[in-house]
């Protein structure tokens, strides 16, 4: 016996593509934090430093590299420009790999 197959509701339908949505959403985050966390370590700024001359709060850049915030192009824009790289680069899901340490590498702080 053959059991019948029910195609999807339509309220099923948008709630995976919102679903799918904030899961991209929340991807994009995440990628765009660690890449002007990774260009502001790589040139050796702090966070209040790189807030100062981007015209932002250190407090919001914070949240932007935790992945808590999502930038609009505009805010973006500043931080590019202090950086001096491609708003492109910051949004480029593949790591910067300036950053990566070698396999056994310690920080300053854990010695």
Do not use: W
């Not at 593509?17 to 990774?38: E, F, M, N, Y």
């Not at 500043?78 to 920080?107: F, H, V």
Request: charged letters at 25%.
């Amino acid at each position: 016996m053959q059991e019948a197959f029910d195609p999807p509701k339509q309220e099923d339908i948008q709630l995976s593509r919102v679903l799918r949505s904030v899961d991209a959403t929340q991807q994009l985050r995440k990628i765009i934090g660690r890449r002007i966390r990774c260009t502001r370590v790589c040139a050796g700024q702090s966070i209040s430093t790189l807030a100062m001359t981007a015209g932002i709060s250190a407090g919001f850049l914070f949240r932007l590299e935790k992945g808590h915030n999502i930038p609009s192009l505009q805010m973006l824009h500043p931080i590019a420009i202090e950086r001096d790289t491609p708003i492109a680069s910051l949004i480029n899901p593949k790591p910067c790999g300036a950053c990566i340490k070698p396999a056994g590498a310690r920080s300053a702080r854990s010695r």
